[in-house]
């Protein structure tokens, strides 16, 4: 049997064959994750950490965010009642689809007029054949054809209602493709793919009086450093991953891809020619605003969020009924919460005060103690501002003595 036929527990053994130390696994959990991925020999576990009162467009949500950076979780909560006591987040989804690319190498005397005729049609035939996606409110929406010299390139619009929709999108274009390979002057389908270019797209804003967050000032060098990040892609691209900081701990604890996000964020970002902050921040009269755009190619339905027990915890807190609009709105103002949050932060008392207090528990949690001397160690390591692996084994060692002392 090859590796990737054998049941998971027996990829285990080979690998506990070869010297290879694993971590012990629940068999029940080992077998679900098997379904979920190839060659699967454990798991890798994440923190999932809660933004309490999120307040958007009106509404109150506790977001669950999955990250492993001690920081995230802190920042977007942060950013966030900053945001509910001005007022909260106002967002606007416009989810019109998710592009899908059909490239065609079409014949000499192809007639491009001809084959747009078709195009009405291809749309009913298709609809017609993915009936369910148009009953759950999606379906393909446009096509529009560029042809450069042999190759004619299909531009397609597909509604994937509330899921993310890449593997609906893949099918439809396919079967799209087979029927224009049909048509006359085509020679032959070259390729039927989703494009990851930027659509979904949500635009978040916040209004602060600056009276909120230490005076307009503060609100000044928010706007200045902003402004930096407007034409310096050195600052642009740090202050973007503050906010994808936000967006990916969303992403993951809903079951949504990460990486198509990513990547239609950086286009997103180099939009205008050169690359640029997705944010913008300014001052206006008595008030700091700040304004984010950013494609979301998101769902709440489908791909694995039905299947994993993980991802419905997280649906619970956000609670059951959310759409994917909704879903949308809270994706992006969690994203700007943890920029206004890291901003402030940079412009009043500079980062690593916050950072270095929340990453001296990553350091507690390598050391090889009880929990109870880890939690000593920690308040020793943020009451004396020393945040190294050596000053916390010092303080293993004191905290050791003390309560051996007090036993004795
Ligand atoms: C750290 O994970 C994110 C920040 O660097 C973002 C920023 O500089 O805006 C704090």
Same mark, same amino acid.
């Given at each position: ?110 007639? !491009? +007029? &001809? /084959?747009? $005729? ?5 749309? @009913? *035939? ?50 799209? !493709? +087979? &029927? /224009?390979? $049909? ?5 032959? @389908? *070259? ?218």
């Amino acid at each position: 049997m090859k590796f990737y036929e054998l049941p998971p527990a027996k990829r285990r053994e080979l690998l506990k064959q070869q010297g290879i130390e694993l971590d012990v696994i629940d068999t029940e959990v080992l077998d679900e994750l098997n379904l979920l991925s190839e060659n699967v020999v454990g798991q890798l576990r994440l923190p999932v950490g809660i933004v309490q009162n999120l307040r958007v467009n009106g509404q109150n949500y506790q977001v669950p965010m999955a990250t492993e950076e001690p920081s995230v979780v802190a920042a977007a909560n942060h950013g966030a009642s900053i945001a509910a006591k001005a007022g909260g987040f106002i967002a606007e989804s416009h989810r019109d689809g998710i592009w899908g690319q059909i490239i065609l190498q079409v014949s000499e005397n192809f007639q !491009a +007029a &001809k /084959l747009q $005729a078709f195009f009405p049609e291809l749309i @009913k *035939l298709t609809n017609n054949k993915f009936a369910s996606l148009v009953n759950h409110g999606g379906g393909v929406k446009t096509i529009t054809a560029k042809q450069e010299a042999e190759l004619l390139f299909l531009k397609i619009l597909v509604d994937p209602a509330e899921a993310m929709g890449a593997n609906k999108v893949n099918s439809i274009l396919e079967y799209m !493709a +087979a &029927k /224009l390979a $049909a048509c006359p002057g085509i020679e032959q @389908k *070259l390729f039927a793919i989703l494009s990851n270019y930027p659509s979904q797209i949500t635009k978040v804003k916040v209004e602060v009086p600056v009276a909120i967050i230490g005076g307009r000032k503060t609100a000044q060098k928010i706007a200045l450093l902003s402004k930096i990040g407007q034409t310096d892609p050195m600052r642009a691209v740090t202050n973007n991953k503050g906010i994808m900081n936000g967006i990916d701990a969303v992403l993951l604890a809903t079951g949504n891809d990460t990486r198509a996000v990513a990547a239609a964020c950086g286009v997103w970002s180099s939009s205008s020619g050169s690359y640029t902050s997705l944010s913008e921040w300014i001052v206006q009269e008595d008030k700091l605003i700040g304004q984010l755009s950013v494609p979301l190619l998101i769902g709440t339905v489908g791909g694995s969020i039905n299947s994993r027990k993980d991802i419905k915890q997280s649906y619970r807190i956000l609670g059951r009924n959310i759409t994917s609009n909704q879903l949308a709105d809270i994706i992006a103002a969690i994203g700007l919460a943890n920029n206004l949050a890291a901003l402030l932060a940079i412009a009043t008392q500079g980062i690593q005060k916050g950072h270095m207090k929340l990453q001296a528990r990553n350091i507690v949690a390598s050391l090889k103690a009880t929990s109870q001397e880890q939690i000593a160690v920690l308040q020793k390591l943020v009451s004396s501002k020393k945040y190294s692996q050596a000053a916390a084994r010092e303080f293993l060692q004191e905290v050791r003595k003390e309560n051996n002392a007090s036993r004795n």
